[in-house]
């Protein structure tokens, strides 16, 4: 079955202490992305990459890290979390190319910084 | 990117066809028509898309209006797990440099019992 898993589903973490958000796909896509969902601000991207050892930043990349090993992994880290960086987190990823792809997404990283 | 405009919310009963519109009047020839919902606590997921004809899939069918300025999500029969909020988004299809979706507030659809 085609899937985007994240891990952990929800996290409860401090101020400043390192966490790491990790996405998998099992699809062989090229391309993966983070996206952070906010009442009222809805989906914003945070960083994508295009394929192994690319990545580039999105709307919203500050206080992230991601790296792209691996085709099929692609974590969010965050050094130093911030109480703003409390929101509902989601990986997705999807073949390249045209407009037409579909994009799959996780169920999504509930993360609240104390 | 050009925008899409939908109505905040919309309410069906359970069993009934649902009608859910969609203004792009700024879209360009190479834009794709994209369709995903959000069900309570999921990820967003696909539901169809189209360039310029109409289009049919097992979840719902896609209407495009012939100037393409406009396009209606259909449900054919609304279930209750039908309620979820629903994007419409445009797709460059030359130009999907950074893949990203644009997700604008949607559409939240009630279905009653």
């Known amino acids: 079955e085609a899937q985007v898993t994240q891990n952990p589903r929800y996290l409860i973490t401090v101020t400043g202490k390192k966490l790491t958000v990790t996405c998998s796909q099992n699809?062989?896509?090229?391309?993966m992305s983070w996206y952070r969902q906010d009442p009222g601000l809805g989906l914003r991207q945070i960083y994508y990459?295009?394929?192994?050892?690319?990545?580039d930043k999105g709307d919203v990349p500050e206080g992230y890290k991601v790296s792209r090993k691996e085709k099929r992994n692609f974590p969010l880290i965050l050094e130093s979390p911030s109480p703003n960086q409390t929101s509902l987190y989601f990986c997705?990823?999807?073949?390249?190319?045209?407009?037409?792809?579909?994009?799959?997404f996780g169920a999504g990283t509930r993360l609240s910084v104390l | 990117d050009a925008k899409t405009t939908q109505p905040n919310s919309m309410e069906s009963n359970e069993e009934e066809p649902v009608h859910l519109p969609c203004n792009h009047s700024?879209?360009?020839?190479?834009?794709?028509i994209h369709w995903y919902r959000q069900l309570p606590s999921q990820g967003p997921e696909y539901v169809i898309h189209g360039l310029t004809s109409n289009v049919n899939n097992r979840m719902a069918s896609l209407a495009i209006a012939e100037d393409r300025k406009s396009s209606t999500l259909i449900l054919h029969r609304a279930t209750l797990r039908d309620a979820a909020v629903y994007y419409c988004?445009?797709?460059?299809?030359?130009?999907?440099?950074?893949?990203?979706?644009?997700f604008g507030q949607g559409t939240t659809l009630q279905v009653k019992p």
């Open positions: 988004i445009l797709r460059d299809g030359f130009s999907s440099n950074t893949g990203k979706l644009i």
């Open positions: 990459s295009m394929n192994v050892e690319v990545t």
């Open positions: 700024t879209i360009s020839g190479t834009d794709y």
């Open positions: 699809m062989n896509h090229e391309y």
């Open positions: 997705a990823s999807s073949s390249l190319g045209a407009g037409s792809n579909i994009q799959y």
